[in-house]
């Protein structure tokens, strides 16, 4: 069984910087694309960033410049480092990956930045 289990949600203060981890167990083959979705009060769940398998990545507009994925293939972990946060980022993030066309979704990690 694939399970996806997310880090390093917290509190921060507006301008400061945190770094999201999301380990998956339980698979042998390494997953074709994965990433970041966020919940945000009175927001409807929006793609964050998102990464294949070959490193390609990509962005929300609103993120970019400030937010960088990345991942490492043999431990089939994806990482977020977060840095400039604003109040608006405030949100529950959760990892996602994709393998054999099936969806697998971690339980969220809060996030809240305060001004």
């Known amino acids: 069984q694939v399970q996806l289990v997310e880090s390093g949600g917290g509190l921060v203060q507006a301008g400061g910087s945190l770094r999201l981890s999301c380990a998956a167990s339980g698979s042998i083959f390494t997953f074709r694309g994965m990433g970041w979705y966020r919940q945000a009060p009175g927001k409807q769940r929006e793609l964050v960033a998102s990464?294949?398998?070959?490193?390609?990545?990509e962005y929300a507009d609103s993120v970019k410049g400030r937010f960088t994925i990345s991942r490492d293939n043999a431990k089939n972990t994806v990482y977020m480092q977060m840095n400039s946060l604003k109040p608006e980022d405030t949100a529950v993030y959760f990892c996602?990956?994709?393998?054999?066309?099936?969806?697998?979704w971690g339980k969220g990690t809060q996030v809240t930045v305060s001004s």
């Open positions: 990464i294949t398998s070959g490193g390609s990545a």
């Open positions: 996602y990956a994709v393998r054999f066309g099936n969806d697998y």
